[in-house]
T-cell receptor
């Protein structure tokens, strides 16, 4: 079946503009995660959605970052008033949620460049 | 919160040799420890994982060991091949209950010399 998909694959924006990044999880996966990977660095957790529960936003670096998940499927990560330090690859992952289902599968990422 | 340390940051081995990457974690509640392989410009791919109720897991040339008392876990790759060259990330979480988001190590760049 289809894996996690993300769009756009690349986004170049000017400092101060808003951007929206999209993630389509694997069908049937009720858990969805956003991570950020800066150049040559590890992955940093941003936000986690689990079914209809309130999202875990503890990783969001500032109030310029927000995310929503509509209908329990597609998610959008929004960055307002982008800064150069926001330049990174934004990765989405999804997983099943039942007990014992821990594996997270990643999408190809969106490479964001803020000029 | 959880903190994961990973060593070494770079590792170069000759083809056919073994490679070992080590990680330590801080949160004793963590119970799920995956390893991801990331090739240049590609997404991270899950290659093996281990849960806290076992001490070792093996899949062909790859094995992972876990020492819960010492809070460390390791990835072992035997008979390395050039296609094993990539960046490897360890991670930890309280999968299943509590916080399921992964905390990642900083990565190990493995280079296998033919």
């Amino acid at each position: 079946g289809a894996g996690v998909s993300q769009s756009p694959s690349n986004k170049v924006t000017e400092k101060g503009k808003d951007v929206e990044l999209r993630c389509d999880p694997i069908s049937g996966h009720t858990a969805l995660y956003w991570y950020r990977q800066s150049l040559g660095q590890g992955l940093e957790f941003l936000i986690y959605f689990q079914g209809n529960s309130a999202p875990d936003k503890s990783g969001l670096p500032s109030d310029r970052f927000s995310a929503e998940r509509t209908g329990g499927s597609v998610s959008t990560l929004t960055i307002q008033r982008t800064q150069q330090e926001d330049s990174a690859v934004y990765l989405c992952a999804s997983s099943l949620s039942h007990v014992g289902a821990y594996e997270q599968y990643f999408g190809p990422g969106t490479r964001l460049t803020v000029t | 919160g959880e903190n994961v340390e990973q060593h070494p940051s770079t590792l170069s081995v000759q083809e056919g040799d073994s490679a070992v990457i080590k990680c330590t974690y801080s949160d004793s509640a963590s119970n799920y420890f995956p390893w991801y392989k990331q090739e240049l410009g590609k997404r991270p791919q899950l290659i093996i994982d281990i849960r806290s109720n076992v001490g070792e897991k093996k899949d062909q040339r790859i094995a992972v060991t876990l020492n819960k008392t010492a809070k460390h876990f390791s990835l072992h790759i035997t008979e390395t091949q050039p296609e094993d060259s990539a960046v490897y990330f360890c991670a930890a979480s309280t999968g299943g209950t509590g916080r399921r988001a992964l905390t990642f190590g900083s990565g190990t760049r493995l280079q296998v010399q033919p």
